[in-house]
Structure formats: C-alpha cells, structure tokens
C-alpha cells in the first residue's frame, strides 16, 4: 500500500463525515442493508437459484408453489414460485438489479440535465434564467407518470407491445429522467446564486477565466452537497415510479422481470391465496427505498451542521 494511498484513508478516517457515519446506527444499518441489496442485484447470476429468463427451467406445473415454510413448499423453492412457475427468489433478484439500473440510470440522467440547465440559469441569469425556469416550472406541471403513460401509449400504438418490451428499460431511463430534471435544476440554480457572489469567483474573472471553466471548474464542486443529497431522494422516487408505471402495464413486461411487474404479476393472484407473488417482492421495494430515503436524510443531516445532532 502506498503512502499517498494510506494518507487518503487516513485523512477519510479523520473526516467528519466518517465520524458522524460511525456514530449514527441508523445510518450504519441502512448502509449495510443497501450494499447487501445492491450487490445481490448486481451479482444476481451468481446467487439466483435459477435464470427466469431461462425458459428450458420453468415448468408450469410448479406454478403458485408457496414459500418453503409453508405446508406444500419446496425447499428448491424457498420463496415459493410465481404464475409462471419461475423460482421467486430467482426473478426477485433478477428484478431488483433491474430496478436498480433503472433508479441509477434515470438519476444520471436528471443529474446531467439539472447541473447544466441549474449552472446556466443561476449564473448566466436574465432571460437564459428566465428562459430555462419557465421550462422548469412547466415540467413540473407534468407528473412523472402522465409522461410515461402519454410516451408509452405512443410508442405502444406506433411501434407495437414488443418492440416496446425489448427497450422497455431505455425508455423508463429517458422517461423518469426528463420528467424529473427541475429537481435538481432547482437545487443548483439556488446553490449557484449564492456561490456566484462570492470572491473566488470575482478573482477567476479577474484572471480571464471564461464562463465554461468558471461554472464547472470553480461553482460546480462547491454545489455538490445538495446535489448528492437530493439525488439520493431521487433514486428512491425512481425506483417507486419504475415500479408504478410497470403496475400499471406501461413499465417492465413480466417476461423482464423488475420489482414494479413482479407486483404486478402477483396481484391477480393474491385473493387466490397465493400472497407471496406480491406481498414478498412488495416488502423487498419498500425495505430498498427506506434504507435510500434513511441514507438521504442521514446525508442531509450531516452536510447541515445546524441539523446534525450527533
């Protein structure tokens, strides 16, 4: 291990934020749970029992089998199977990297136009500010879900439900992302107006630094703690749109499946008795966006000493 390597860890271990991590359970918890998530997901291959999109090892005659420690549960099953006769388990991690993918994706996205169009509107102001909210302020008068069902009806009725299917996860990523960028925009446009009166940026026009280096060199990096902060919001709000719009048949067919169609699949079923179609990956969606919304708050908390508690 370098020197310059051990130092970074060092002053890490020396840095508030390290200090005020260690000293919040709840936050610490939350952490643990997320990665837990995050890399059962990602790694879902490996710990998946079984491929849902594997149709050689669906057999329908398993369909609606409950979970393992019920009467009439299978121990190669241990959370029960779905309509189709896959393994639960198996699509509810397949699912959740989906989701995931979906939530990280969109929030890039919301991310790139909200900086920008934020920058420009705070520090170029005038008719560009003017401009750029109204845009905003537009947007915002759109719900995230009257998009995507006015963008899938469309698509849907132009192109047809599979072609639909096969870019379904693109088109939740574009969706969820452009109706969601004023957040952000907001957030560094205000961060932007304070930050832009101050001295450092009086001495880099008195350099001849230009408007491109000013704003992204010298602004940006001082707006990035609400930037992080509400991102984390936004990841969970994604993760419940992904999941509202695929309940409502305009997200992920249950054929790819996502937390948001796993619902959905189950929901017929449940006065059937067979619950755990939706009931297991619906505890699954609320445990993930409370660990997120408990990291956000937790983050909030910390980059606001005035709310830090300690």
Known sequence: MTTATVSRWDRFRESFLWYSFKRDKIAIVSFVVFVAI???????????????YDLAQINIMNSE??????????????????AQ???????????????????????????????????????????????????????LSFSTLMVAIIVGAVFKA?????????????????????????????TVRASVLAEKKKEYVDAAKVMGFGTNRIMFRHILPNTLSPIFVISTVQIANAIISEAALSFLGLGMP?????????????????????????????????????????????????????????
């Open 254 to 310: 249950e054929t790819q499946p996502s937390l948001g169609s796993l619902i959905k699949s189950g929901f017929d079923y449940i006065q059937s008795g067979s619950w755990w179609i939706t009931l297991i990956p619906g505890l699954v969606l609320v445990v993930l966006v409370l660990v997120i919304n408990l990291l956000g708050d937790w983050l909030r908390d910390m980059m606001n000493p005035r709310l830090y508690k300690g």
């Open 85 to 139: 006769g896959r393994d639960l388990l198996s699509t509810i991690l397949y699912g959740t990297r989906v989701s995931l993918l979906i939530g990280f994706g969109a929030v890039l996205m919301q991310g790139a136009l909200g900086i920008l169009f934020g920058l420009l509107a705070g520090y170029l102001g005038g008719r560009v500010d003017a401009v750029l909210m109204r845009i905003a302020d537009v947007q």
């Open 65 to 82: 089998l409950p979970p393992v420690w019920m009467a009439g549960g299978d121990a190669q099953f241990p959370l029960g199977t779905d």
């Open 38 to 52: 995050v890399l059962a997901g990602v790694f879902a291959p490996l710990f998946a029992p079984a491929d849902p």
């Open 158 to 186: 132009s192109f047809g439900n599979l072609m639909f299917g096969e870019i379904a996860i693109y088109m939740l990523i574009v969706i969820i992302g452009i109706a969601e960028w004023p957040q952000i925009a907001r």
